[in-house]
């Protein structure tokens, strides 16, 4: 045999075996990094004891706060703007002066006229005298007095050209947008800025006609901002669709008076409940302690510190809680938080 190919053969399986040992070395290495949870580790969850409550079956319908007014200023004359007083989220009081347009020529008209009925006035005064001791002609003085009356209404045109140019908040309100700047062009029909009133809300829903029954004008409901769902609002049926829309669903429109520091903004999302007089005891469970869908729910009980998965049927939700039929007993503790790293028979420690 060649000694030659049996050396090459020798060191090419010394390679490899020094190839292996490496990557088993490496592997070694890293396992000894990798953490190893500890499930004999206590786990601190929050728990809630449960028992029974009143359920009152309330019936949701969603729907959308709008705002109750809202407008886009623009100028009734055109100008130059010399001065805007506030900006986009500031609130302002009916009446309030917002915008100042360039009025410095109108003023200068305005002097002219002013010194011309002044004029206009010693000449009345002085016809007014020569034309009764008969020194001039009656016709003078009706010319002059005419001529005083045209001055006067310019002077009364001038003003209101004037007070146009100082653009008011036509009710209170939040500015919610602003399409201009200082030194911009005004002209009638540009909007400058849009004023929304956020004290009083709309709230809209749609309903099918056989939900129509549930509503009655004039009659007050409960009404809840998704993102505020404990806040409840109280809300005016002020409007019943007459005629169904593209989808088959009536509108029915509320008027709802908005928290102190108008927290409820047009756009949001909320719900008016129909509360069923039937009310009847039973088990609820926030539903954030639910694991799995609504068909196959579960949730963790703590039997002697430890926690335990067990199904559970849901038969209703109502807001952000939910209605347990069957899996729950009076005086079982669930967990409600602490679920991330929450596993079948874990060992938990009580907040």
């Given amino acids: ?117 002044e004029g206009l006035e010693a000449d009345l005064k002085r016809y007014t005298i020569l034309t009764q001791s ?35 908040a036509p009710f209170s309100g939040f500015v919610t947008m602003k399409f201009t700047e200082i030194g911009g062009f005004a002209a009638p029909g540009m909007p400058l800025l849009q004023i929304t009133e956020l004290d009083v809300l709309k709230f809209t829903i749609n309903i099918s006609e056989n939900d129509l029954k549930q509503f009655v004008l004039g009659k007050t409901y409960l009404v809840t901002a998704d993102i505020y769902a404990d806040e409840k609002l109280e809300a005016k049926a002020t409007m019943i669709g007459s005629k169904a829309n593209m989808g088959g669903s009536f509108p029915i429109q509320f008027t709802v008076k908005n928290t102190k520091d108008a927290k409820i903004k047009a756009g949001m999302f909320g719900a008016v409940s129909i509360k069923n007089e039937g009310a009847k005891k039973g088990i609820l469970i926030p539903s954030s302690a639910i694991i799995g869908s609504a068909d196959q729910a579960q949730v963790y009980v703590i039997k002697n510190g430890k926690a335990t998965l067990i199904s559970v049927k849901i038969a209703q939700k109502i807001l952000n809680k939910s209605v347990v039929s069957n899996g729950l007993n009076e005086g079982d503790i669930i967990v409600v938080n602490g679920l991330i790293n929450l596993f079948d028979g874990a060992n938990v420690t009580i907040n």
């Avoid at 040992?21 to 004891?49: G, P, R």
């Avoid at 969603?62 to 055109?78: C, D, I, R, V």
């Avoid at 008969?134 to 001038?158: F, N, P, R, S, W």
């Fill in 1 to 117: 045999m060649n000694w030659k190919k049996i050396i090459a053969i020798v060191a090419a399986l010394a390679l490899l075996g020094a190839f292996v040992f490496k990557l088993k070395t490496n592997k070694e290495k890293t396992v000894e990094k990798v953490y190893n949870y500890d499930k004999e580790q206590a786990i601190n969850v929050q728990t809630q004891s449960i028992k029974l409550e009143e359920i009152s079956e309330n019936i949701p319908y969603t729907g959308t706060f709008e705002a109750n007014k809202e407008t886009k200023l623009s100028a009734e004359t055109q100008g130059k703007i010399n001065f805007i007083s506030v900006d986009a989220g500031d609130f302002v009081q009916k009446g309030q002066s917002l915008i100042q347009l360039d009025n410095s020529l109108l003023k200068l008209q305005l002097q002219t006229v002013d010194v011309q009925i």
């Fill in 134 to 168: 008969d020194a001039i002609q009656g016709v003078q003085l009706e010319k002059t007095a005419l001529g005083l009356k045209t001055a006067k209404i310019q002077k009364a045109t001038l003003q209101e050209q004037i007070n146009k140019t100082n653009i008011k």
